[in-house]
């Protein structure tokens, strides 16, 4: 049976159980898609009743159901299991499911993120991590999470300074959501954790902030821990450096620090995606900025030339030559796009596509689909991870389940 057709029958018959709480009801459509990929696996809010029905309306000639109708479907068969949290649009989903894995778990609380995962994935996450109770999510061996950055990142700890607002761990609202990956870490003690956030978050409050976080998962929780600034830029024409944090329960998988390999570049056989292919010649014109956008950025970076910083937009001149390299995408590239302008002879600049733009971050265009507005696929790349380059360590990791498997 196609997985999107049962989905939307069995959300609407849940939401009818007269049983069911406010919380249960929000999260219907993640527990539906949920049990359909995994249906003898146990998940929050998935009651008894919510499972019986789910089993009655499933027609008795489908066994298993059909995702061929998402471009991502889950994977008929894995080595290992893992859960994504603060998943976005499902970067890391994409790499530890090229490794050999199966996801069992999804969190995100972004509406129109989610509305992009589910047409990827065929799976709506759960919503707001800190209303899940920890001890239902299912049992997993890698946790994947690409925690909230910008209560670390220096653009958003300088604007909250500006604004007299809190950041790093002081930020109520993203800060502390570390702790809620220590929870899961605490009760469901996968084997081995990969962590992803932006390179200031070493950094960050002269380095206090990443102790707490180092005592947490080394001293507190008894993970072997190494982590390791990485640069985008190895995988696909984007300077983006993140830092990778990946650790391993030594009495389930024995390693010691410096055996914790993180790839900071792509094998030999990788074939690097040049800037020059991924910029169109001809766009539409609605991509082309506004004359007082233009003028706007032009003023601004007229501004800080005067105070004798290289502050402004970042403008690639055509034809691209080799080699070329852009700046770091962000969520607020839909704005005006100044991070990233290309040159249009006698004209304004204008932004990239959101096809060109994906592929900054290593998502394929004639599979991956948008099915939001274009703003919202603009901050939801700009949130997202390169995703090559996290490839490359899930791989890593796989390799290190495979090689205790055969030890074992």
């Known amino acids: 049976m196609v997985s999107r057709e ?41 009651s008894r009743e919510i499972s019986d029905l789910l089993q009655k309306l499933t027609p008795k000639a489908h066994k298993s159901f059909s995702f061929n109708d998402v471009p991502y479907p889950p994977p008929s068969r894995w080595d290992f299991t893992f859960v994504d949290l603060f998943a976005g649009i499902g970067g890391f989903r994409q790499a530890f499911q090229d490794a050999g894995g199966k996801c069992l778990f999804s969190s995100e609380w972004d509406i129109h993120a989610k509305r992009t995962y589910e047409a990827n994935y065929g799976e709506v996450p759960y919503g707001d991590i800190c209303r899940i109770d920890k001890s239902q999510i299912p049992n997993h061996d890698v946790l994947c999470a690409g925690f909230p950055c910008q209560p670390f990142s220096l653009a958003g700890v300088s604007k909250k300074n500006s604004l007299g607002r809190k950041h790093g761990f002081e930020d109520e609202t993203q800060g502390t959501l570390f702790f809620e990956i220590k929870e899961i870490l605490r009760l469901k003690r996968p084997k081995a954790f990969f962590l992803e956030n932006v390179k200031n978050l070493s950094a960050h409050d002269k380095g206090k902030t990443f102790e707490v976080i180092r005592h947490t998962l080394e001293d507190v929780l008894g ?17 983006r ?11 389930q998988i024995p390693m010691n620090k410096a055996d914790i390999c993180i790839p900071d570049g792509p094998d030999p056989s990788y074939v690097y995606p040049e800037l020059k292919k991924i910029i169109n010649r001809k766009v ?12 706007t950025l032009e003023r601004h970076r007229a501004n800080h030339a005067a105070r004798g910083n290289g502050f402004g937009y970042g403008l690639h001149t055509t034809p691209i030559k080799k080699g070329q390299v852009t700046r770091t995408i962000s969520a607020r590239y839909h704005k005006d796009g100044a991070e990233i302008l290309i040159e249009q002879k ?14 900054l971050q290593g998502y394929n265009p004639k599979k991956f689909g948008f099915p939001v507005s274009n703003t919202q696929a603009y901050r939801q790349i700009g949130n997202s991870v390169v995703v090559p380059a996290i490839s490359a360590c899930a791989k890593e990791v796989a390799r290190q389940l495979q090689r205790h498997r055969e030890d074992s």
């Open 241 to 251: 450096e993140r830092i990778f944090i990946v650790g391993y329960d030594p009495f």
């Open 223 to 239: 993970y072997e821990i190494n982590w390791k600034i990485v640069d985008g830029a190895k995988w696909v024409p984007q300077h």
């Open 6 to 46: 049962f989905l939307k029958t069995a959300v609407d018959k849940v939401k009818q159980l007269p049983s069911l709480g406010p919380e249960s009801r929000e999260e219907a459509a993640a527990i539906v898609s949920h049990w359909m990929q995994s249906p003898n696996t146990l998940f929050p809010f998935l």
């Open 284 to 295: 539409d014109d609605k991509f082309t900025l506004g004359p007082g956008t233009w003028d």
């Open 346 to 359: 006698g004209r304004r600049p204008r932004r990239l596509t959101v096809e060109e733009a994906m592929q």
